[in-house]
């Protein structure tokens, strides 16, 4: 059974979307379980990662597989550039089966939240190739942005 579906949702305003408030502990488990079902519709789905955006829920965090985890839960992100921009083909869950060229940036500083033992905790990190292209794709959700708005269809 699919407890939860990636749907296409477009033009949402990005003042629809709240980011999460760290200093709300009680919010954490809901977070986790949500974050477990959005994990496992990855893996069925062969997707590198959610944002809530895309599962109807307008708040700023997503899931994405990393090198060290098996996948992370990446709160309230931001990232600026560090270098030039190259074109990349993305695919994304809520388009499945389509690929647009974006823009991304090869190199960018990220910081963000993420949930260890009960508590938020701050995060700041360098990332590249790849990772920095998720880490680019899934924020952008969070602001509302999609593919198929910043790209081109292949
Ligand atoms: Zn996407």
């Not at 079902?37 to 944002?51: H, T």
């Not at 599962?55 to 992100?77: H, Q, S």
């Not at 190259?86 to 949930?115: A, M, N, Q």
């Not at 508590?119 to 899934?138: C, N, T, V």
Request: some cysteine; hydrophobic content about 35%.
């Amino acid at each position: 059974m699919k407890l939860i579906e990636a749907s296409i949702l477009e033009n949402i305003p990005k003042e629809d979307i709240k980011s999460i408030d760290i200093g709300d502990v009680t919010y954490i488990n809901d977070l986790k379980g949500l974050a477990g079902q959005m994990f496992q519709y990855c893996i069925d789905n062969k997707g590198e990662a959610l944002s809530a955006v895309q599962i109807g829920i307008l708040e700023t965090w997503f899931v994405m597989r990393t090198i060290e985890k098996e996948y992370a839960i990446v709160i309230n992100p931001s990232y600026y550039q560090d270098g030039s921009r190259y074109r990349v083909i993305e695919g994304c869950l809520s388009y499945p089966d389509e690929g647009y060229v974006v823009k991304r940036y090869k190199r960018i500083k990220v910081d963000f939240w993420t949930i260890h033992d009960g508590d938020f905790i701050y995060q700041k990190e360098s990332m590249m190739g790849y990772a920095a292209e998720i880490f680019q794709h899934e924020t952008d959700h969070g602001h509302g942005k999609t593919i198929a708005q910043i790209g081109k269809k292949r």
